[in-house]
């Protein structure tokens, strides 16, 4: 038994390891679905269904097929759309919204923030049937057609996260040294343009952090789009359930959708990674 | 919401007499300031147009018989009273009373066992990567990737993997370490909870991590160091240092967590389909499912407002709680 017994530094580094070692454990099961996902996309659809699998040998053939079982580009080019257009809307809102909330103390700022957050209290079944209603109702008056469009979808994502956004944007104005504004009224700025070339271009960080973060929620939107579309408007979460349908069992393309669904949106964290990050903790961290 | 419309003027007349006295800068200004309301006048629209006014109409519906008969009047469809409410409620005839009430306590129990489960480990985890170890920026950024996934890639992906005689989590558990004896059924009776409930501790577990690391390296190291020297073991210094610190911010995700796995849509939807059976339909599935369904928009106009008004008392409850972390932060 003396044999193993350490002195407390020995004892200490032994826990460390141990801790460290632990640690990429955690890391590498977490990860553990991810590589799963991108190795059965590399593998055929008749292994994947008798479960059997050939890693060393991967294909990219569920890659080049995954574009014709399904109209897969429409459903992707339809989310690339309405999702960047809805979330550059949303930041563009946001900004000038967030903007006032961080620097104006007016008269109704508390109840509007107050109101911002409240939206995301409203469960969307609640206002999903009166939105479609609403559509209908603009068709028959007006005569714009909203119901399975891409603008339809536009202006309803532009609104859904418009709210998380100001709050993104507000807590990025709130780290600008009042100084900045100040120094650009004193050159002979008025207040609104100070904003829009001085105050917009010093948070750019946070309209790239802002935009991204938007964009990430809407890519992953079903509900309302399930509701509101019928075919053209359609994006990637309705289409990508039909590789498993009636008519087939296309693991290995159903796969390789879910890794081409997720690049994108991978790409636009990491590009933005750092300041995304600012942005969540300091809005978390403020309440 | 219509405030900004009037008061502004009042208050405007207030400050055009005090500025001038106050300061004499080199622009000055005597109109009103009306920017911050032309500031936030497009998200208010957009918010009013597409959440408050529907919202409102939601909460008309709930009150009236509106199904596939009435669709075509709209809002002209016969007023119902609380008659939504009592057959999903109380009336034990009506086949979707029970169906409703499955739906609640799945909710309940699916919202639990997911935010409880992404708290604690992402806590967990969190205090694992706040380490200092070889590594520690790529492990962090690397376990921020599974957030990233978009929800229905998630479910796919895990439905796939819960398949019970292909699957890979059955081939790890039965076939490679034999950990079981049987190959447990994932998809079908009640260990459907468990296959959205751990998709969701996945997805949501690195955001937690984040919150919590950015929590842990604002906490002042000398805190720590001064409770080791007296003394203070690793698990008392979590207890009476780290776990207090960080409440503000277990607070804040306690918060947001519960709503968001209260309205979890997606990730049943896309696993099961519109029905994901008694044993893990959850609010939204349901009400979904009745409203579009089976064209019962009163009634699930009525549940979602019942749903809504349970989350606005759970905030109310969290506010007590947490009241004074709010004003510490």
Same mark, same amino acid.
């Given at each position: 038994?003396?044999?193993?017994?350490?002195?407390?530094?020995?004892?200490?580094?032994?826990?460390? =390891?141990?801790?460290?070692?632990?640690?990429?454990?955690?890391?590498?099961?977490?990860?553990?679905?991810?590589?799963?996902?991108?190795?059965?996309?590399?593998?055929?659809?008749?292994?994947?269904? =008798?479960?059997?699998?050939?890693?060393?040998?991967?294909?990219?053939?569920?890659? =080049?097929?995954?574009?014709?079982?399904?109209?897969?580009?429409?459903? !992707?080019?339809?989310?690339?759309?309405?999702?960047?257009?809805?979330?550059?809307?949303?930041?563009?809102?946001?900004?000038?919204?967030?903007?006032?909330?961080?620097?104006?103390?007016? =008269?109704?700022?508390?109840?509007?923030?107050?109101?911002?957050?409240?939206?995301?209290?409203?469960?969307?079944?609640?206002?999903?049937?009166?939105?479609?209603?609403? !559509?209908?109702?603009?068709?028959?008056?007006?005569?714009?057609?909203?119901?399975?469009?891409?603008?339809?979808?536009?202006?309803?994502?532009?609104?859904?996260?418009?709210?998380?956004?100001?709050?993104?944007?507000?807590?990025?104005?709130?780290?600008?040294? *009042?100084?900045?504004?100040?120094?650009?009224?004193?050159?002979?700025?008025?207040?609104?343009?100070?904003?829009?070339?001085?105050?917009?271009?010093?948070?750019?960080?946070?309209?790239?952090?802002?935009?991204?973060?938007?964009?990430?929620?809407?890519?992953?939107?079903?509900?309302?789009?399930?509701?509101?579309?019928?075919?053209?408007?359609?994006?990637?979460?309705?289409?990508?359930?039909?590789?498993?349908?009636?008519?087939?069992?296309?693991?290995?393309?159903?796969?390789?959708?879910?890794?081409?669904?997720?690049?994108?949106?991978?790409?636009?964290?990491?590009?933005?990674? *750092?300041?995304?990050?600012?942005?969540?903790?300091?809005?978390?961290?403020?309440? | 919401?219509?405030?900004?419309? &009037?008061? +502004?003027?009042?208050?405007?007349?207030?400050?055009?007499?005090?500025?001038?006295?106050?300061? +004499?800068?080199?622009?000055?200004?005597?109109?009103?300031?009306?920017?911050?309301?032309?500031?936030?006048?497009?998200?208010?629209?957009?918010?009013?147009?597409?959440?408050?006014?529907?919202?409102?109409?939601?909460?008309?519906?709930?009150?009236?018989?509106?199904?596939?008969?009435?669709?075509?009047?709209?809002?002209?469809?016969?007023? #119902?009273?609380?008659? #939504?409410? @009592?057959?999903?409620?109380?009336?034990?005839?009506? +086949?979707?009373?029970?169906?409703?009430?499955?739906?609640?306590? #799945?909710?309940?129990?699916?919202?639990?066992?997911?935010?409880?489960?992404?708290?604690?480990?992402?806590?967990?985890?969190?205090?694992?990567?706040?380490?200092?170890?070889?590594?520690?920026?790529?492990?962090?950024?690397?376990?921020?990737?599974?957030?990233?996934?978009?929800?229905?890639?998630?479910?796919?992906?895990?439905?796939?993997?819960?398949?019970?005689?292909?699957?890979?989590?059955?081939?790890?558990?039965?076939?490679?370490?034999?950990?079981?004896?049987?190959?447990?059924?994932?998809? &079908?009776?009640?260990?459907?909870?468990?296959?959205?409930?751990?998709?969701?501790?996945?997805?949501?577990?690195?955001?937690?991590?984040?919150?919590?690391?950015?929590?842990?390296?604002?906490?002042?190291?000398?805190?720590?160091?001064?409770?080791?020297?007296?003394?203070?073991?690793?698990?008392?210094?979590?207890?009476?240092?780290?776990? +207090?610190?960080?409440?503000?911010?277990?607070?804040?995700?306690?918060?947001?967590?519960?709503?968001?796995?209260?309205?979890?849509?997606?990730?049943?939807?896309?696993?099961?389909?519109? #029905?994901?059976?008694?044993?893990?339909?959850?609010?939204?599935?349901?009400?979904?499912?009745?409203?579009?369904?089976?064209?019962?928009?009163?009634?699930?106009?009525?549940?979602?407002?019942?749903?809504?008004?349970?989350?606005?008392?759970?905030?109310?409850?969290?506010? @007590?709680?947490?009241?004074?972390?709010?004003?510490?932060?």
């Amino acid at each position: 038994m003396t044999a193993i017994t350490l002195s407390p530094r020995a004892r200490k580094r032994l826990i460390n =390891r141990g801790l460290d070692t632990l640690t990429w454990l955690v890391v590498a099961l977490m990860l553990a679905p991810i590589f799963w996902l991108v190795a059965s996309s590399l593998q055929n659809d008749g292994q994947l269904a =008798r479960g059997s699998y050939d890693l060393l040998h991967p294909t990219l053939q569920a890659f =080049r097929d995954m574009w014709k079982t399904i109209d897969f580009e429409r459903y !992707f080019i339809n989310s690339a759309i309405i999702c960047t257009v809805a979330a550059l809307l949303a930041t563009a809102f946001a900004s000038t919204a967030g903007y006032a909330l961080a620097r104006f103390p007016f =008269r109704g700022a508390k109840p509007f923030g107050l109101a911002v957050i409240g939206t995301q209290l409203i469960p969307g079944s609640m206002f999903l049937l009166p939105v479609f209603i609403g !559509f209908l109702w603009i068709k028959q008056h007006i005569g714009i057609q909203l119901f399975d469009t891409r603008v339809g979808m536009i202006l309803v994502y532009t609104a859904f996260f418009t709210p998380v956004a100001i709050y993104f944007m507000r807590s990025f104005f709130q780290a600008i040294p *009042r100084d900045l504004e100040e120094a650009a009224q004193v050159d002979g700025c008025t207040p609104f343009t100070a904003f829009v070339r001085v105050i917009l271009p010093s948070a750019a960080p946070g309209l790239v952090a802002t935009f991204v973060y938007a964009f990430l929620f809407a890519w992953d939107e079903l509900l309302f789009v399930a509701s509101l579309t019928e075919h053209n408007a359609e994006t990637l979460p309705i289409g990508i359930r039909l590789f498993i349908g009636n008519y087939g069992q296309y693991y290995g393309q159903l796969m390789a959708a879910g890794v081409v669904a997720t690049i994108p949106v991978v790409i636009a964290f990491f590009a933005a990674q *750092r300041w995304l990050v600012r942005g969540i903790t300091a809005g978390a961290v403020k309440g | 919401m219509s405030t900004p419309t &009037l008061q +502004p003027e009042v208050r405007a007349d207030v400050t055009t007499t005090t500025e001038p006295a106050r300061s +004499p800068g080199p622009k000055r200004r005597s109109r009103p300031n009306r920017l911050p309301y032309w500031l936030i006048a497009p998200a208010l629209v957009v918010m009013v147009l597409v959440h408050v006014l529907p919202a409102i109409g939601g909460l008309v519906i709930s009150f009236k018989k509106f199904n596939l008969f009435t669709f075509r009047e709209l809002f002209g469809a016969p007023w #119902n009273g609380l008659e #939504n409410y @009592r057959s999903i409620l109380l009336d034990t005839d009506n +086949p979707l009373h029970s169906g409703f009430w499955g739906a609640v306590s #799945n909710t309940a129990v699916y919202t639990f066992w997911t935010v409880s489960g992404t708290l604690v480990g992402g806590l967990a985890i969190a205090l694992l990567l706040h380490r200092k170890m070889p590594g520690q920026r790529v492990a962090r950024t690397l376990m921020l990737v599974p957030w990233i996934v978009p929800s229905y890639v998630v479910a796919v992906l895990w439905a796939f993997m819960w398949q019970s005689d292909v699957g890979i989590i059955n081939k790890i558990l039965v076939d490679y370490t034999h950990l079981l004896g049987h190959r447990p059924i994932w998809l &079908l009776g009640p260990n459907t909870m468990w296959a959205i409930v751990i998709p969701s501790i996945w997805r949501g577990l690195p955001l937690a991590i984040l919150i919590f690391i950015a929590g842990l390296q604002a906490q002042p190291a000398e805190l720590h160091e001064a409770a080791a020297i007296d003394g203070a073991g690793p698990l008392r210094r979590l207890r009476f240092i780290t776990l +207090p610190l960080l409440r503000p911010l277990i607070g804040v995700q306690l918060l947001f967590g519960v709503i968001y796995s209260a309205y979890q849509f997606a990730i049943p939807t896309v696993m099961f389909g519109s #029905n994901p059976g008694p044993d893990a339909d959850l609010m939204m599935t349901f009400i979904v499912r009745q409203s579009f369904s089976n064209q019962l928009y009163g009634l699930g106009a009525a549940a979602s407002t019942l749903l809504m008004f349970v989350m606005l008392a759970w905030v109310a409850v969290w506010y @007590r709680a947490f009241r004074r972390d709010l004003e510490v932060s």
